[in-house]
């Protein structure tokens, strides 16, 4: 375990319920590494007073030092942002604040001297502006890096889908035999690295009951040959299992990971299942990232009923590296 190297945390949509949960997990859960958030001061103070917290804030250089870091407070690098509530409505205004944020996270990632990356949800809608897919692609690109997978880990079960925010529509065309295996790859090397444990992953299928009276259906003409191809490799790798029967308790708990073709196909189970304790863990960037497993929420923001599980899990995840 590393007990030098700090967690990084980007505050991520500032009118979310981010900052919410971040005063939540402090004060729930005993920190055993010093964290560094990017944001900005002036509104995580307004929040902090608005929720009725008191957290100390101890404002730091983005050159700082280790040893000027603080326990059980918000080390902040300040990111300066024009606001007029605490909870305003979700827009365009934070665009250019988060681009800040993460250009500087992606600066401070490379000197090596966080143990992590957590960030707080970011709006798609407003942020992306269709350019990404989600924030697992926008990283990958900032760090150009074309191999990457989401894993929504939870220590008993976790799940990764082959697409991530596509239509519908679109999955057939975006599924091939190479991103499977490089898909089982990754997984594979993360709980090796990790746990030291070879995992027991299944692979669905993306048709009803794995088969579709099509001649070429993609069971048969890309997923069945991929597993084979991965079983030579990879012992514990089979399938392709149908979703329906899948997640009940006799058969799930035969495996660690479940690699599904599209999102809502192994991320409403695991929800399901798991509730708020899941974090979403970016594959292969040079750097561990993490993201609590929702969005930023904007029907609560600002009510103080937001559930900090999910981030108290990304921290916990970081301060046992």
């Keep these: 375990m590393n007990k030098k190297k700090p967690i990084l945390i980007v505050a991520g949509e500032p009118f979310g319920i981010f900052s919410e949960i971040l005063f939540k997990s402090i004060k729930k859960h005993k920190i055993r590494k010093p964290i560094v958030v990017i944001g900005s001061y002036d509104l995580i103070k307004v929040q902090m007073s608005f929720l009725k917290y008191k957290i100390p804030l101890n404002t730091i250089p983005q050159n700082f030092k280790t040893n000027n870091l603080k326990m059980n407070a918000i080390n902040l690098i300040d990111v300066k942002l024009n606001f007029k509530k605490p909870f305003q409505k979700i827009s365009n205004i934070s665009n250019s604040y988060i681009e800040q944020s993460f250009q500087l996270a992606l600066?401070?990632?490379?000197?090596?001297?966080?143990?992590?990356?957590?960030?707080?949800?970011?709006?798609?809608?407003?942020?992306?502006?269709?350019?990404?897919?989600?924030?697992?692609?926008?990283?990958?690109?900032?760090?150009?890096?074309?191999?990457?997978?989401?894993?929504?880990?939870?220590k008993n079960l976790s799940v990764s889908p082959i697409t991530t925010h596509v239509p519908i529509k679109k999955i057939t065309k975006l599924i091939s035999k190479t991103k499977i295996e490089r898909h089982v790859k990754l997984i594979t090397n993360f709980?090796?690295?990790?746990?030291?444990?070879?995992?027991?992953?299944a692979i669905t299928g993306l048709n009803p009951h794995c088969e579709s009276n099509l001649k070429n259906n993609e069971e048969k003409?890309?997923?069945?040959?991929?597993?084979?191809?991965?079983?030579?490799?990879?012992?514990?790798?089979?399938?392709?299992?149908?979703?329906?029967?899948?997640?009940?308790?006799n058969n799930i708990k035969n495996f660690d990971v479940v690699v599904g073709m599209y999102h809502d196909q192994v991320l409403t189970p695991i929800k399901s299942i798991c509730g708020f304790d899941a974090i979403n863990i970016t594959l292969g960037l040079p750097f561990i990232r993490i993201t609590p497993d929702h969005g930023p929420n904007e029907n609560m923001r600002g009510k103080n009923k937001s559930n900090p599980k999910s981030l108290i899990s990304a921290?916990?995840?970081?301060?046992?590296?």
């Design 315 to 321: 921290i916990k995840f970081l301060e046992n590296k």
């Design 191 to 201: 709980y090796k690295k990790n746990f030291n444990k070879n995992p027991h992953i």
């Design 221 to 249: 003409k890309i997923i069945i040959p991929s597993i084979k191809k991965l079983k030579k490799k990879y012992s514990k790798v089979s399938g392709p299992y149908p979703t329906d029967s899948l997640f009940m308790k």
């Design 107 to 154: 600066k401070l990632m490379k000197k090596n001297i966080f143990i992590g990356l957590i960030n707080g949800p970011i709006s798609k809608k407003f942020f992306l502006k269709n350019k990404f897919l989600g924030i697992t692609e926008y990283l990958a690109d900032k760090t150009m890096k074309r191999n990457f997978a989401m894993l929504i880990f939870n």
